[in-house]
């Protein structure tokens, strides 16, 4: 599942090269990234729109700001075997995404988080110029409210987690990660990467991504 600001086609590149390994995939697109009043609960039900019909175990990445909605529809959702946080928010009940950085609660949220000034700095520090570029035109606005809507589920099922660091990361710096990472009771990997590593290193992405789902699923 895609992060703030950006669609599944993010994983493109990553998809393919799954696909070409025999891995099936599936992704969403979270209605938050460019809808004023999607915030986190409507995002958990596409994430869980996107599992029905699954058969057999199901993998769920959740990159950057995903990690909210699919947090909560873990409980949910029996199909899910492992979830991997890619540089992604593991937030605890009651949190929210600018909660955990310290900003204050908005009682009405409304209107849109824009596209950091920035971007390419912020998301695409490591990716080739032209894809770079390519990623920001399709960048869109990102509900306020998806930041300041708190995690209200937490799983009642014990579900293996995977936490992958970015350490190159300026969108979520790693000592942020790192604490996100030791939230989960699982193993953490590290990609000397930026925040996009679909777009950056797809490759050193889609092996880890197999390996995560190999051992899930063995």
Same mark, same amino acid.
């Given at each position: 599942?895609?992060?703030?600001?950006?669609? =599944?086609?993010?994983?493109?590149?990553?998809?393919?090269? &799954?696909? #070409?390994?025999?891995?099936?995939?599936?992704?969403?697109? !979270?209605?938050?990234?460019? $809808? +004023?009043?999607?915030?986190? @609960?409507?995002?958990?039900r596409?994430? !869980?729109?996107?599992?029905?019909?699954?058969?057999?175990?199901?993998?769920?990445?959740?990159? =950057?700001?995903?990690?909210?909605?699919?947090? $909560?529809?873990?409980?949910?959702?029996?199909?899910?075997?492992?979830?991997?946080?890619?540089?992604?928010?593991?937030?605890?009940?009651? +949190?929210?995404?600018?909660?955990?950085?310290? #900003?204050?609660?908005?009682?009405?949220?409304?209107?849109?988080?824009?596209?950091?000034?920035?971007?390419?700095?912020? *998301?695409y520090?490591?990716?080739?110029?032209?894809?770079?570029?390519?990623?920001?035109?399709?960048?869109?606005? @990102?509900?306020?409210?998806? *930041?300041?809507?708190? !995690?209200? =589920?937490?799983?009642r099922? %014990?579900v293996?987690?995977?936490?992958?660091?970015c350490?190159?990361?300026?969108? &979520?710096?790693p000592? &942020? $990660?790192?604490d996100?990472?030791?939230?989960? #009771?699982?193993?953490?990997?590290? !990609?000397?990467?930026?925040?996009?590593?679909?777009?950056?290193?797809?490759?050193?992405?889609?092996s880890? *991504? %197999?390996?995560?789902?190999?051992? #899930?699923?063995?």
């Open positions: 599942m895609h992060g703030a600001w950006h669609g =599944s086609w993010c994983w493109d590149r990553v998809r393919s090269l &799954l696909a #070409a390994d025999g891995w099936a995939t599936r992704v969403a697109d !979270l209605p938050s990234a460019g $809808q +004023e009043t999607a915030g986190v @609960q409507e995002d958990a596409e994430v !869980l729109r996107g599992l029905e019909g699954i058969e057999g175990p199901v993998v769920v990445v959740a990159h =950057s700001y995903a990690g909210v909605p699919v947090a $909560q529809v873990v409980a949910e959702a029996p199909a899910i075997a492992h979830v991997v946080y890619l540089t992604a928010y593991r937030l605890e009940v009651g +949190e929210t995404v600018l909660g955990y950085h310290g #900003a204050a609660a908005v009682p009405e949220p409304r209107g849109f988080r824009p596209v950091p000034d920035d971007p390419v700095a912020a *998301f520090g490591d990716v080739p110029p032209r894809e770079a570029e390519a990623a920001v035109a399709r960048l869109v606005p @990102q509900s306020t409210k998806s *930041f300041v809507e708190p !995690l209200t =589920s937490a799983s099922r %014990a293996p987690s995977t936490y992958v660091v350490e190159r990361d300026r969108a &979520l710096r000592a &942020l $990660q790192e996100m990472a030791a939230r989960i #009771a699982g193993p953490v990997y590290r !990609l000397p990467s930026h925040h996009s590593p679909f777009l950056s290193m797809p490759g050193a992405c889609a880890l *991504f %197999a390996r995560i789902a190999l051992e #899930a699923t063995a």
